[in-house]
T-cell receptor, first 115, second 114 residues
Framework: GAGVSQSPRYKVTKRGQDVALRCDPISGHVSLYWYRQALGQGPEFLTYFNYEAQQDKSGLPNDRFSAERPEGSISTLTIQRTEQRDSAMYRC?????????????FGQGTRLTVV | QQQVKQSPQSLIVQKGGISIINCAYENTAFDYFPWYQQFPGKGPALLIAIRPDVSEKKEGRFTISFNKSAKQFSLHIMDSQPGDSATYFCAAADGGSTLGRLYFGRGTQLTVWP
């Protein structure tokens, strides 16, 4: 597609349920990033991949959060046993690897609400 | 701990005026400093970026000024227009030649009055 595509756009789930958020990066982009953005705040790094390899997962808040990118393209961020504090906008971004002026392109995000 | 500190939180400027947003950082390993623009309901989009080997970069009405010794950088929007009204985020990364994790500031909500 033309840009980074995320689905669903909105997700309401009950506390304790698992959710899976999907990201389809720009075709040909090697790097894929997950960020979380609270209202009125800047994006907060969660994890990123180069191809299918998870390069840095230091931003994942706890072990309820996990991400995968098995074929080096589409990625899924999974949150198990959701809690109300997990409510936020989850954003995916992708970029070409390498280069001094690499740009990360962000998707429109998935708004997660845990009730 | 906020790696990149951004100010002001909000800014109101008259059409034609200059908008100035400031950011400061501590980590001397940072070597890439982008600014992102975000409109309501949209994801952040790269506006302009700078590397620490230059002190200023200009693209149209947008200029980044970079002060390596003070560990500060700022965005100047000349001749501000109502269409510039958005939230602006500064960021920093230490990815070297490859982009890795970005550390974002908290954002500045800019309103340009016609």
């Amino acid at each position: 597609g033309a840009g980074v595509s995320q689905s669903p756009r909105y997700k309401v789930t009950k506390r304790g349920q698992d959710v899976a958020l999907r990201c389809d990066p720009i075709s040909g982009h090697v790097s894929l990033y997950w960020y979380r953005q609270a209202l009125g705040q800047g994006p907060e790094f969660l994890t990123y991949f180069n191809y299918e390899a998870q390069q840095d997962k230091s931003g994942l808040p706890n072990d309820r959060f996990s991400a995968e990118r098995p074929e080096g393209s589409i990625s899924t961020l999974t949150i198990q046993r959701t809690e109300q504090r997990d409510s936020a906008m989850y954003r995916c971004a992708s970029s070409l690897i390498g280069g001094l002026n690499t740009e990360a392109f962000f998707g429109q995000g998935t708004r997660l609400t845990v009730v | 701990q906020q790696q990149v500190k951004q100010s002001p939180q909000s800014l109101i400027v008259q059409k034609g005026g200059i908008s100035i947003i400031n950011c400061a950082y501590e980590n001397t390993a940072f070597d890439y400093f982008p600014w992102y623009q975000q409109f309501p309901g949209k994801g952040p989009a790269l506006l302009i970026a700078i590397r620490p080997d230059v002190s200023e970069k200009k693209e149209g009405r947008f200029t980044i000024s970079f002060n390596k010794s003070a560990k500060q950088f700022s965005l100047h929007i000349m001749d501000s227009q109502p269409g510039d009204s958005a939230t602006y985020f500064c960021a920093a990364a230490d990815g070297g030649s490859t982009l890795g994790r970005l550390y974002f500031g908290r954002g500045t909500q800019l309103t340009v009055w016609p």
